[in-house]
C-alpha cells in the first residue's frame, strides 16, 4: 500500500485548464512564472493530451481542447515575490493586460494578464 494518497510534492487541489494551444500554454507559464515542465502526454496532430507544470508550490494540469471538452477560459490566482516583474515578464511572453498591479484595500498588490489560450491570470505579491 502507498505511503501517501498522492505523488509526492503535489498539492491537494490543482487547476486544470482545458485550452486551444496547450504548447503555447506551457511555453507562456515557463517564461512568465519560471514554471517547471512535470510531464507530457502527446495526443493526436501533436496537441497535448495532459500536461503538468509547478509553479513555486502548486502544480497546475492543462489540456488541449477536443471534441466533447472545449477550450473553457479560466481564472487562476497565483502569488510571486514580485508582482510588476512578473506582470512585465507576462506582457513581453505575450500576454494582454487585465489590470496593471495596483495596490487596493486589501494586503496584496495585484495585477491580470491574459495569456493566449484565454486563461487570465491573476497576480499578487502581498506588501503590507
Not at 34 to 58: S, W
Not at 60 to 71: H, L, S, Y
Given at each position: 500500500m502507498p505511503t501517501s494518497y498522492?505523488?509526492?510534492?503535489?498539492?491537494?487541489?490543482?487547476?486544470?485548464?482545458?485550452?486551444?494551444?496547450?504548447?503555447?500554454?506551457?511555453?507562456?507559464?515557463?517564461?512568465?512564472?519560471?514554471?517547471?515542465?512535470?510531464?507530457?502526454?502527446?495526443?493526436?496532430?501533436?496537441?497535448?493530451?495532459?500536461?503538468?507544470?509547478?509553479?513555486?508550490?502548486?502544480?497546475?494540469?492543462?489540456?488541449?481542447?477536443?471534441?466533447?471538452?472545449?477550450?473553457?477560459?479560466?481564472?487562476?490566482?497565483?502569488?510571486?515575490?514580485?508582482?510588476?516583474?512578473?506582470?512585465?515578464?507576462?506582457?513581453?511572453?505575450?500576454?494582454?493586460?487585465?489590470?496593471?498591479p495596483i495596490k487596493k484595500d486589501?494586503?496584496?498588490?495585484?495585477?491580470?494578464?491574459?495569456?493566449?489560450?484565454?486563461?487570465?491570470?491573476?497576480?499578487?505579491t502581498k506588501v503590507e
Amino acid at each position: 500500500m502507498p505511503t501517501s494518497y498522492k505523488p509526492h510534492g503535489y498539492n491537494s487541489a490543482s487547476p486544470y485548464l482545458v485550452v486551444d494551444g496547450a504548447d503555447g500554454t506551457i511555453e507562456f507559464l515557463k517564461t512568465a512564472f519560471d514554471a517547471i515542465e512535470l510531464q507530457r502526454v502527446p495526443g493526436e496532430n501533436g496537441r497535448v493530451r495532459h500536461a503538468e507544470v509547478r509553479i513555486d508550490d502548486t502544480v497546475v494540469m492543462i489540456a488541449d481542447c477536443v471534441e466533447g471538452w472545449p477550450a473553457v477560459p479560466s481564472h487562476v490566482h497565483v502569488y510571486v515575490p514580485d508582482v510588476d516583474a512578473t506582470y512585465q515578464r507576462a506582457l513581453d511572453a505575450g500576454a494582454t493586460s487585465v489590470q496593471e498591479p495596483i495596490k487596493k484595500d486589501d494586503a496584496d498588490k495585484r495585477g491580470g494578464i491574459k495569456d493566449a489560450g484565454g486563461t487570465t491570470w491573476w497576480i499578487a505579491t502581498k506588501v503590507e
